[in-house]
């Protein structure tokens, strides 16, 4: 037999998801191509919903996750502020600290 664990984490504030996989995935594409419409499509998700994502969370943290720049003549962009690159990270680590705990169970129920 061969176990294994699902499981996804997202954090809630105020009974909505603020903060989840999905998201993190889209501020990592963007971090990576400087820009949300290439980042979008690295995801292969709508503009709109790449731009309904962000703004929600914008609009749920105390500090803007992200930081736009108008078009000119080498286009626009958008970046992740330190904000959004700290959430990023803590989130991994509490995912990489939760998939840890959860090999550990496990392997207990493995051994029974």
């Known amino acids: 037999m061969k176990y294994k664990i699902k499981s996804?984490?997202?954090?809630?504030?105020d009974g909505r998801e603020f903060l989840g996989e999905g998201k993190i995935r889209l501020l990592k594409a963007i971090d990576e191509t400087g820009s949300l419409s290439k980042a979008a499509r690295s995801l292969d998700i709508s503009y709109k919903k790449a731009w309904n994502l962000i703004d929600a969370v914008n609009?749920?943290?105390?500090?803007?996750?992200?930081?736009?720049?108008?078009?000119?003549?080498?286009?626009?962009?958008t970046e992740l502020t330190a904000y959004g690159k700290s959430l990023v990270g803590v989130f991994d680590d509490m995912n990489r600290k939760c998939w840890?705990?959860?090999?550990?169970?496990l392997e207990k129920i493995k051994s029974l």
Request: no cysteine; net charge positive.
């Open 8 to 13: 996804r984490i997202w954090i809630e504030l």
């Open 59 to 77: 609009k749920t943290t105390p500090k803007p996750v992200t930081i736009n720049s108008i078009g000119g003549k080498g286009g626009g962009g």
């Open 100 to 105: 840890n705990f959860l090999d550990i169970q």
